[in-house]
């Protein structure tokens, strides 16, 4: 195996905005690791024969991302407990033997960039406030849960996709309706917006923040613009925030671990590189 070229890449359509491949050929330069880490679009048609093609062509693995992280768990022969209860992947290794294991990253992502900002944080700290109930909101809900929250308030505009998911994970997370999510900051120990508001191009989140405790970590998943306009106004009245860029950047280190062998670190260099490309 040590002499063999390692290949991985991301599979996504489309994929051609994806930084993935800056993070992993940084890494892969940087460890002197022989392999590539390459983008693959793949039309949401293709898709099995895409994973079959891990197989066929040997590949280390392949990140997953919009819009097959849903559809990709079916090709998999085993899925972590954690991807099962986000019901999404992000991230499939394949096995010496050649069976492909799904994984989602993305709450651990998420959780070490909060760690990183505040490293004494913990997620039993206090209540936290969750905006939004798509596909990141489930893996950053399902991450606090893991890590100990005691009470989510989970709030999105469409309010029956918040009921379904207070069904589906039960207490902690309790569902309230969009208007209400100005005084449902009160006494929080964590805001995070995972709704596309705030997005390059997009309208910003509106919302009220006078509720919210000075003491709040406030983040956003969102990374262009690295500043989200809830972000700014956040850290003007003195809340420490969070950018949805150590989400991206430490979501990339278990799969690459799996893939070449290394834990990589998120160096200051990394972190530049990225920004350089937004
Ligand atoms: P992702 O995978 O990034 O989470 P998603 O699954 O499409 O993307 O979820 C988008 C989230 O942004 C949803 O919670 C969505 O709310 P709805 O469930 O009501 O659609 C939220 N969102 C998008 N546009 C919004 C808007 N204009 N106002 C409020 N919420 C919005």
Known sequence: ???????????????????SPLIHNHWIQQHKCKGAYGLFPVE??????????????GLAGCNITIPHKVDAMKYMDWVDPMALRIGAINTIVRQTDGALHGFNNDGFGYLQSLQEAQPNWRAETGPVAVLGAGGAS??????????????????????????????????????????????????????????????????????????????????????VPLETPLL????????????GLGMLLHQARPAFKAWFGVMPEVSTELRQTIVASL
């Open 1 to 19: 195996m040590h002499n063999t070229f390692i290949m991985a890449g991301v599979m996504g359509w489309p994929v051609a905005h994806s930084r």
């Open 232 to 243: 700014q106004a956040a850290r003007l009245r003195g809340n420490t925030t969070v950018n």
């Open 138 to 223: 489930r893996a950053i809900v399902v991450s606090l849960i893991e890590s100990g929250a005691t009470e989510i308030r989970l709030l999105n505009r469409t309010r029956s996709k918040a009921d379904a998911l207070v069904q589906e994970f039960g207490a902690p997370v309790t569902a309230f309706d969009w208007s209400q999510r100005h005084e449902a900051l009160a006494g929080v120990a964590l805001l995070v917006n995972t709704t596309s508001l705030g997005m390059h191009g997009q309208p910003g989140l509106d919302i009220d923040l006078a509720q919210l405790p000075e003491t709040a970590l406030v983040s956003d998943a969102i990374y």
């Open 44 to 57: 949401p048609g293709h898709l099995d024969a895409a994973i079959q093609g891990i197989r066929a062509l």
